[in-house]
């Protein structure tokens, strides 16, 4: 079963073509136009994963973010931030709970490349 991914970004262009390539990818794919719907997305979809832009309007993501990690439930959900801002706006987005933050414009190949790193189960060895 493919793993579920929710892009929340309001740059049409930015959520198009990241659809595209994680679709081409194997991925479902499920998308939000802004920081309300994709709250109400993450209840409703339960995404394996969650991709988040940083400057939205309705609720920004350092506050999608923040709200994700205080769900009952899915607080765990690895989420990944996307940032045009410099570096300070992705430290930001780490603090506020993101397991990555990347820049825009985006690396296809390296947001890939941290989808698979953070959807990977883990591995325990029994010492």
């Known amino acids: 079963m493919a793993a579920k991914i929710l892009i929340i970004e309001d740059?049409?262009?930015t959520r198009d073509v990241t659809t595209i390539w994680l679709e081409r990818?194997?991925?479902?794919?499920?998308?939000?136009n802004d920081g309300k719907?994709?709250?109400a997305k993450v209840?409703?979809?339960?995404?394996?994963?969650?991709i988040t832009d940083i400057?939205?309007?309705t609720l920004n993501g350092i506050e999608v973010i923040e709200r994700i990690r205080n769900l009952p439930g899915e607080g765990a959900v690895p989420i990944i931030a996307m940032t045009a801002f410099p570096a300070e706006r992705a430290k930001e987005a780490i603090i506020a709970g993101a397991d990555r933050a990347i820049g825009k414009p985006i690396d296809l190949e390296a947001l890939l490349f941290n989808i698979k790193a953070l959807l990977r189960?883990?591995?325990y060895s029994a010492n």
């Open 25 to 32: 990818a194997g991925y479902k794919v499920i998308v939000a």
């Open 11 to 13: 740059h049409l262009e």
């Open 121 to 123: 189960p883990k591995s």
């Open 37 to 39: 719907e994709g709250l």
């Open 43 to 50: 209840q409703a979809e339960r995404p394996d994963l969650i």
């Open 55 to 57: 400057l939205m309007p």
